[in-house]
């Protein structure tokens, strides 16, 4: 039986071409600066997103952090969208390393500039946790992959910076968001003071994301890298894995995108609730009303058959489409699981 791994857009294995320029890159101790693939990787994706400089960690929830500690000091309150990957996916780190505090804004992840203003806190109040920092996930991924709209984006970082803040933007699937929208990423980066990109998604690395923002910001965030223990040595090896998806150019998302949407057709089709306007990228979030089987259920029952998905909430699923996976491997997964999801 093929195993059709829709679990998450994490599970890609590196292509042979990809493994073969890891294996080719040339490298040195990044800790010295002289790890010449890091350095290109980092300047390339500064140039993409039209920042001054970049730096390369070795996951998105470091980025993140690290993100945190160079915008906030601890008691701080940082206004994120509903249900963020930094509050419900970081085991707790935003608390336990930045000691920051949550406001959510808005629903399904999204929210606008007068959601930010109800959340909005001011610095020098008694009893108020200031508000120095907003949070965008963009794409949203509990949202079901939705794209952050950029004028809200705009409104949203210009309101915080107004009043003294900072703006931040976990774009883990960026590349998601501009082949979806069709604006290019620095367009999407660019309200932002320190932004991060994942290469360990859709890209299809095996690991890695990249933090860019002002030169000064990314200098600080070296030093918190390494209090992280995120300091590698030859990670050359693993940054030439970004550059060749970067030399390969990330259109084939439109693919997984295409993917999405035709399992999510098929879902909607069985009376589990999906909303069609949110599959926008390469994600699709159904919930399970009471008179079809859990998620559990839904989830056990399409891996006897091989089709792996993840069960989000007890009534809520998540399939994700990626580069291993093909669009008749999608169409067969979508059939497999309406009749998971019909099966009494
Ligand atoms: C996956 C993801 C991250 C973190 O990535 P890791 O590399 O798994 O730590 C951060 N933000 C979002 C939105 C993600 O989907």
């Given at each position: 039986m093929t195993r059709i791994d829709l679990r998450s857009d994490t599970v890609t294995l590196?292509?042979?071409?990809?493994?073969?320029?890891?294996?080719?890159a040339p490298v040195?101790?990044?800790?010295?600066?002289?790890?010449?693939?890091?350095?290109?990787?980092?300047e390339r994706i500064a140039a993409l997103l039209g920042k001054e400089a970049?730096?390369?960690?070795?996951?998105?929830?470091?980025?993140?952090?690290?993100?945190?500690?160079?915008?906030?000091?601890?008691?701080?309150e940082v206004v994120v969208g509903a249900e963020a990957h930094i509050t419900?996916?970081?085991?707790?780190?935003?608390?336990?390393?930045?000691?920051?505090?949550?406001?959510?804004?808005?629903?399904?992840g999204l929210f606008t500039a007068e959601d930010f203003e109800a959340a909005f806190k001011p610095d020098g109040h008694v009893v108020f946790p200031p508000t120095t920092l907003v949070c965008i996930e963009n794409t949203h991924n509990r949202g079901g992959g939705v794209v952050f709209p950029q004028?809200?984006?705009?409104?949203?970082?210009?309101?915080?910076?107004?009043?003294?803040?900072?703006?931040?933007?976990?774009?883990?699937?960026?590349?998601?968001?501009?082949?979806?929208?069709?604006?290019?990423?620095?367009?999407?980066?660019?309200?932002?003071?320190v932004v991060s990109v994942a290469l360990s998604k859709g890209l299809g690395c095996p690991a890695g994301s990249v933090l860019a923002g002002r030169r000064a910001d990314m200098l600080r965030a070296v030093r918190a890298r390494r209090r992280f223990?995120?300091?590698?040595?030859?990670?050359?090896?693993?940054?030439?894995?970004?550059?060749?998806?970067?030399?390969?150019?990330?259109?084939?998302l439109a693919s997984d995108h295409a993917n999405a949407r035709l399992i999510a057709g098929r879902i909607a089709q069985t009376g589990a609730a999906i909303d069609l306007a949110t599959v926008q990228t390469n994600i699709v979030i159904f919930r399970l009303p009471a008179s079809l089987p859990e998620a559990a259920t839904v989830v056990a029952r399409a891996?006897?058959?091989?089709?792996?998905?993840?069960?989000f909430a007890p009534r809520t699923v998540r399939a994700t489409t990626h580069l291993d996976v093909s669009a008749a491997a999608c169409a067969?997964?979508?059939?497999?699981?309406?009749?998971?999801?019909?099966?009494?």
């Open positions: 590196p292509s042979p071409a990809m493994r073969a320029a890891m294996a080719a040195g101790d990044d800790q010295y600066g002289e790890d010449p693939s890091v350095n290109a990787l980092q970049a730096l390369f960690v070795p996951s998105g929830t470091m980025a993140n952090q690290i993100g945190l500690q160079l915008l906030t000091r601890p008691g701080d419900w996916h970081e085991a707790g780190a935003s608390a336990f390393n930045a000691g920051v505090q949550f406001a959510v804004a808005g629903q399904s004028a809200d984006v705009a409104a949203i970082c210009a309101a915080a910076q107004r009043r003294g803040g900072h703006a931040y933007l976990d774009g883990a699937r960026l590349f998601n968001a501009a082949v979806a929208s069709g604006l290019d990423l620095a367009t999407l980066a660019a309200p932002f003071d223990g995120g300091a590698m040595r030859q990670s050359g090896i693993l940054a030439a894995a970004g550059l060749y998806a970067l030399d390969q150019g990330f259109g084939h891996a006897e058959r091989g089709v792996l998905v993840s069960a067969r997964a979508a059939d497999i699981l309406a009749e998971a999801i019909a099966a009494g």
